[in-house]
């Protein structure tokens, strides 16, 4: 119902910046209002949530560890999320995806049920 495709990542060095982009597409894209986000997965950790933004945009939620760093962004006339990721650190370093959720608002973590198929980051230090 729902297709994400992630791009932009890399490897980078501390300090550094990196825009990760999303498309999306699918039936369920054009008949309903997302909300989307990302979220990363670091080797033998659990997949954990970095950023939502709401249908329109004017409501982001970040993790703390993110906050003033990261800037989620979204343009629905072209079906794109992007993360902008300012000031790299060697602990964001991790497998990014991009997530939608059924619905405009940005709402919690555990609802987002669409997944793209990743893209790495890699911060060396």
């Known amino acids: 119902q729902v297709q994400l495709v992630e791009s932009g990542g890399g490897l980078v060095q501390a300090g550094h910046s990196l825009t990760l982009s999303c498309a999306a597409s699918g039936r369920a894209f054009s008949s309903y209002t997302l909300g989307l986000g990302w979220f990363r997965q670091a080797p033998g950790k659990e997949r954990e949530f970095v950023a939502a933004i709401n249908w329109s945009g004017g409501n982001t939620l970040y993790t703390d560890s993110v906050k003033g760093r990261f800037t989620i962004s979204r343009d629905n006339a072209k079906n794109t999320v992007s993360l902008q990721m300012n000031n790299l650190k060697p602990e964001d370093t991790a497998v990014y995806y991009c997530?939608?959720?059924?619905?405009?608002?940005?709402?919690?973590?555990?609802?987002?049920?669409?997944w793209g198929q990743g893209t790495q980051v890699t911060v060396s230090s």
């Open positions: 997530a939608a959720k059924l619905g405009a608002s940005l709402g919690s973590p555990s609802q987002y049920n669409y």
